[in-house]
């Protein structure tokens, strides 16, 4: 590990890193218009305290929590690597709760996730995400929305004045003084008796919806 990385990950360095980011990010949605297409579609979830799984690409996750209008928390899974780590700090300012999980085991621990969606909480997943592919959704976030039986809503995000990084997942920052708009889809239900060989069909599904929801908030963007 090279001296940049290990001041990178460095506790401190982190929690500095952090504040700032999260001083750009309010600076970036105070300074922009923000619309909200098919708001209503979550509104009846969060106005009838009924949980739901939010769907989003990993490369949209800057601005992520100006889509939430819940009094309650949205529990976002994030990796338990110094990336996730310092995602989990900046979330805490947007009142984001962040549940790491490991990335030396392909096994997750269901039951905390399970417990969360019983008592009526929020998950939060990028079905890409911690480490890609870009926008190839994996099987775990079908599972969960299967075994749990809670539905799946997709959200995607565009703004007039941005950068792609050159991340693995063209992570995407928002200038000020943009133009921004997200869309939200029709809630996806994965059947109770799904077999495990459907379970890639619903993967398709899954990220066409993520996709059309980006495609729409671009969209609107030029009319």
Avoid at 22 to 46: A, C, G, H, M, R
Avoid at 89 to 96: A, E, Q, S
Avoid at 108 to 127: E, V, W
Wanted: hydrophobic content about 40%; some cysteine; overall charge positive.
């Amino acid at each position: 590990m090279n001296i940049k990385k290990k001041i990178l990950k460095n506790y401190i360095v982190q929690n500095i890193l952090a504040f700032i980011t999260f001083v750009y990010i309010l600076f970036v949605k105070t300074t922009s218009n923000i619309k909200y297409i098919n708001e209503e579609v979550p509104k009846k979830f969060w106005d009838g305290n009924k949980p739901f799984i939010l769907a989003f690409w990993h490369n949209q996750l800057m601005m992520i929590s100006f889509c939430w209008k819940s009094k309650k928390k949205i529990n976002i899974l994030a990796s338990g690597h110094s990336d996730g780590r310092f995602g989990a700090i900046v979330g805490n300012y947007f009142n984001l709760n962040n549940i790491q999980t490991s990335i030396n085991s392909n096994a997750l621990s269901m039951r905390p996730i399970f417990k969360l969606l019983n008592d009526n909480n929020y998950l939060g997943i990028t079905p890409d995400g911690p480490r890609g592919p870009r926008e190839i959704a994996s099987s775990g976030i079908i599972r969960i929305a299967k075994n749990t039986q809670i539905p799946i809503l997709t959200v995607g995000f565009a703004s007039s004045k941005n950068k792609k990084l050159k991340s693995w997942d063209k992570f995407l920052v928002t200038f000020p003084f943009s133009k921004c708009v997200f869309s939200w889809s029709e809630p996806l239900l994965i059947p109770k008796n799904l077999d495990d060989n459907q379970i890639p069909k619903f993967q398709k599904i899954l990220e066409a919806k993520i996709k059309n929801c980006i495609k729409i908030s671009k969209e609107d963007l030029s009319v």
